[in-house]
C-alpha cells in the first residue's frame, strides 16, 4: 500500500489525458477542509466553503487542467455539476462530496469531458497502490513527481496524496491535498488539529510567493479503528503533512535543490515561521541556491526584512548538511573566512541545502521550506498558457 489506500475506508480510481485529468476518491467519514487565503478564489473552493461546516463527507472529485476561477455563474454550475456527478459514482448526494479544480485561471471548464471521464474511472474505485497512483497522477499540472506519505499511529494511520509545483507561496499556494485517517474524530477535532497542521506545513511552503485561488487540503476520517491518542494524531497528522510539503517545495517548478530554512531563539513560534518564510522566500537566496553561492549576507538582509524585531546582534548564521556545519556569523561576529566559504560552496552542491538561523531572543523554533529559482522556472511560466 502506498499511502492513502493503506488507510481503511479509503479507494481511489484517476485518469489523465494531456492535460486533463479526474480523480475520485472515496471514503466515508467526518471531514474538515481548510482553504486559500486569497481574496479571489475558484468556483468549487466557494462551493466547499458553504459545505464543509456539516463535516462530514463521502468522497472527492478533483479534475486538473482547469481552475474553474473567475468563470461566473457557469463555473458555479460547473462545480455543482461535479458534485453530482461524483454523488452518483458514490451513490451519495452532492452535499456529501468534496470538490477541488486546479489548473488555468479564467477558462470555462469542459464538464462534457469531466463526466465522461468520471464514468469511465467510477467503475474502477479500488484499494490498492496503483489506485492512488492514478489518482496521484490524475491531479498533477506541472508536477515532476506524484506525492504520497504515510503515518502509521498507535492503533490508526494518517496518509495523504498533495500536488504543487509552482504559485506556491504561504496561505498555500497551487496545491491540494488530500488527506485520511481509520481513526474515530469529531469534525470539530479534525478541523481544529488540520488547521494547526496546515500552519505547520503547507503556510510555510515558498516556491514564488505568489498564492493561489484553487488551494485546498481536506481530510476525512472513516473512524474504522476507534478514537486516537488526540497529541498522537496530531503529531501523525502534522508529519504527513510536513513530508507533503516538502515534496512540493522540492518539486518546484524548474527546481534542483530543496531549501530549508530552520529558525529558533525566537520569542513566539509565529515570528519565527515569519522569518523563516521571508528567507525561504528571498529571490535573492534563492538564486543564491542555484548558483551554489555562500552569500549569507543575503540571509541576514532576509531576516531583518521579516518585520520581526530582534538584535541583529544576538543572530548566528549558519549551513548545514548532514553532521556538517559551517557557522557564517555568531552572535554579530564573522566568521566567514575563505575555508569557510569554500567549505559551505561544497555542501550546497547537495540536492538539500539547509539554512539555520538564532535570533538570540527566545526559545520559539519554525521551519520553512523552498526550493532554488532557475531559468527553467522562467521558462515554464513564461509560455504557460501558450
Known amino acids: 500500500m502506498k499511502s492513502i489506500c493503506a488507510v481503511e475506508g479509503v479507494r481511489a480510481a484517476g485518469v489523465k489525458e494531456g492535460k486533463f485529468g479526474l480523480a475520485l476518491i472515496e471514503a466515508q467519514g467526518t471531514a474538515a477542509a481548510v482553504f486559500t487565503r486569497n481574496q479571489v478564489v475558484a468556483e468549487p473552493v466557494k462551493l466547499m466553503r458553504e459545505l464543509m461546516p456539516a463535516g ?78 492514478d489518482a496521484a497522477a490524475a491531479i498533477m499540472t ?21 500536488k504543487g509545483s509552482g504559485m506556491i507561496a504561504p496561505n498555500m499556494g497551487t496545491m491540494l491535498a488530500f488527506l485520511y485517517t481509520d481513526a474515530a474524530l469529531s469534525a470539530a477535532d479534525l478541523q481544529a488539529a488540520l488547521t494547526v497542521a496546515v500552519d505547520r506545513s503547507f503556510n510555510r511552503v515558498v516556491v514564488d510567493g505568489d498564492t493561489s485561488t484553487n488551494d485546498c487540503v481536506f481530510v476525512t476520517a472513516t473512524g474504522r479503528k476507534g478514537r486516537p491518542d488526540p497529541e498522537a494524531f496530531q503529531a501523525a497528522l502534522e508529519e504527513v503533512c510536513v513530508s507533503l510539503a516538502r515534496q512540493i517545495a522540492a518539486d518546484g517548478e524548474g527546481a534542483t535543490k530543496l531549501l530549508v530554512v530552520r529558525v529558533s531563539g525566537a520569542r513566539t513560534e509565529e515570528e519565527a515561521a515569519l522569518v523563516a518564510r521571508t528567507v525561504a522566500g528571498s529571490s535573492l537566496v534563492k538564486t543564491a541556491v542555484y548558483g551554489r553561492d555562500p552569500n549569507w549576507g ?33 552572535r554579530g561576529a564573522v566568521l566567514a573566512d575563505a575555508a569557510a566559504l569554500a567549505e559551505a560552496q561544497e555542501l550546497m552542491a547537495g540536492d538539500t541545502v539547509t539554512f539555520a538561523i538564532d535570533l538570540g531572543e527566545g526559545g520559539a523554533t519554525a521551519t520553512a521550506w523552498g526550493c532554488d529559482l532557475t531559468e527553467t522556472y522562467v521558462e515554464i511560466n513564461g509560455k504557460y498558457t501558450t
Do not use: W
Open 56 to 133: 462530514f463527507l463521502d468522497g472527492i472529485i478533483v479534475n486538473s487542467g482547469n481552475a474553474n476561477v473567475y468563470t461566473g455563474d457557469a463555473g458555479v454550475a460547473a462545480a455543482l455539476r461535479m458534485g453530482e456527478i461524483a454523488a452518483a459514482a458514490f451513490g451519495t448526494t452532492p452535499d456529501r462530496v468534496g470538490v477541488a479544480s486546479t489548473g488555468v485561471i479564467g477558462r470555462f471548464p469542459d464538464v462534457s469531458l469531466i463526466e465522461r471521464q468520471c464514468t469511465a474511472i467510477a467503475p474502477q474505485l479500488r484499494c490498492d497502490a496503483s489506485a492512488e497512483d
Open 298 to 330: 543575503r540571509i541576514v538582509a532576509a531576516a531583518g526584512r521579516a518585520g520581526v524585531s530582534f538584535d541583529p546582534g544576538t543572530m548566528t548564521v549558519s549551513l548545514r548538511s548532514g553532521d556538517r556545519e559551517v557557522v557564517f556569523a555568531r
Open 142 to 162: 506541472t508536477d515532476l513527481s506524484p506525492k504520497h506519505a504515510l503515518v502509521r499511529g498507535d492503533g490508526f494511520a494518517v496518509a495523504g496524496i498533495a
